[in-house]
């Protein structure tokens, strides 16, 4: 558990049929640690590498408590056993479902519905465990910086390290980088009917999972842990 540049807590699907697409569409499991091509779909408007580039190095999830390197004085036994006992008291999550979106210029699976208590159970994880966090560098707060951020994810980022938590938090469990228009919905009807029977209705989060860097950039499923409050 040791070893890794950074640390995050992530919700990854469980082991079965979502988690083995996700681990095939961007060609990286993180429980195993192995990568390979990813998987090709007929119809898509661009091979598969390029357009799961970006998102495939953090493997299949939702960030719960962005990645963060460690404060001085701080360990990932430390980490791990905090997370052990903050789980103890932590309650499962049930919400309606998931679906495939567009978020922007990204494809993604979000939560149907109200997602209030997911919320919720995210704020309670990132102050939790903020003391484990060290602050950004002075480069990751210019490179967020350059983002057109609001008044609000500005003070959200000099606060908990990152501009999308608490008010700012839209779960999301990505699928692809950045594509053009036509390429954002080609490559989403190619997806939709793939996954359609691999949603989960309702949608449960009754785990997380600690997720670790390598050093070559590569984010691995160090850790589940279930919410048993």
Known sequence: ??????????????????????????GWDPVVGESEAPKEFPGLPCPAVEITGTPSKYGFHGTIKPPFRLADGKTAEGLHNAATSLAKWLQSVTLDGLELSRLGNFLALTPVGKATALASLASHVVMELDEFRAPPSDAEIQRRTRSALSPVQLALLNRW?????????????????????????????????????????PFIIDSLCLFGEDEDGRFHNLHRYT???
């Open 1 to 26: 558990m040791n070893g890794y540049k950074r640390y995050a807590i992530y919700y990854a699907p469980e082991p079965g049929p979502l988690a083995e697409f996700g681990a095939e569409w961007l």
């Open 227 to 229: 919410l048993s409050g």
């Open 161 to 201: 390290g990152y501009p999308y938590v608490m008010e700012e938090f839209r779960f999301h469990l990505t699928l692809s980088g950045r594509l053009k228009p036509d390429d954002l919905e080609a490559t989403h009807a190619v997806l939709a009917p793939v996954l359609d029977p691999l949603l989960p209705q």
